[in-house]
């Protein structure tokens, strides 16, 4: 099993800043891509951000040009930095992962995180 290990919420006023990381807990043969969604009370649980070992990104049209997702391969870990913080970014973030383990894993597992709470508010 992989586990993921989430940090970096908390409150924040609108306008602010924030930055999540996301850790896998131990090493492994293949992973297809890492990233971060969110849930927010009453809603679904939504994509915010991907990454893809060679680099490539993919961004819910919410987050386009306040966010950035960016990884550490060799650390095997995933950040968010959060710009011009919304009210309506606020939820709980979950980092989400797509691994094999072992080399003769057939298929890529999914993996998530505890999740952790980002709240804006002045």
């Known amino acids: 099993q992989v586990q993921l290990v989430e940090s970096g919420g908390g409150l924040v006023q609108p306008g602010g800043s924030l930055r999540l990381s996301c850790a896998a807990s131990?090493?492994?043969?293949?992973?297809?891509?890492m990233g971060w969604y969110r849930q927010a009370p009453g809603k679904q649980r939504e994509l915010v951000a991907t990454i893809t070992p060679g680099g490539s990104t993919n961004y819910a049209d919410s987050v386009k040009g306040r966010f950035a997702i960016s990884g550490d391969n060799a650390k095997n870990t995933i950040y968010l930095q959060m710009n011009t913080l919304r009210p309506e970014d606020t939820a709980v973030y979950y980092c989400?992962?797509?691994?094999?383990?072992?080399?003769?894993?057939?298929?890529?597992?999914?993996?998530w995180g505890q999740g952790t709470q980002v709240t804006v508010s002045s």
């Open positions: 989400n992962a797509h691994i094999k383990i072992y080399v003769y894993d057939a298929y890529y597992n999914t993996y």
């Open positions: 131990r090493n492994f043969f293949s992973i297809s891509d």
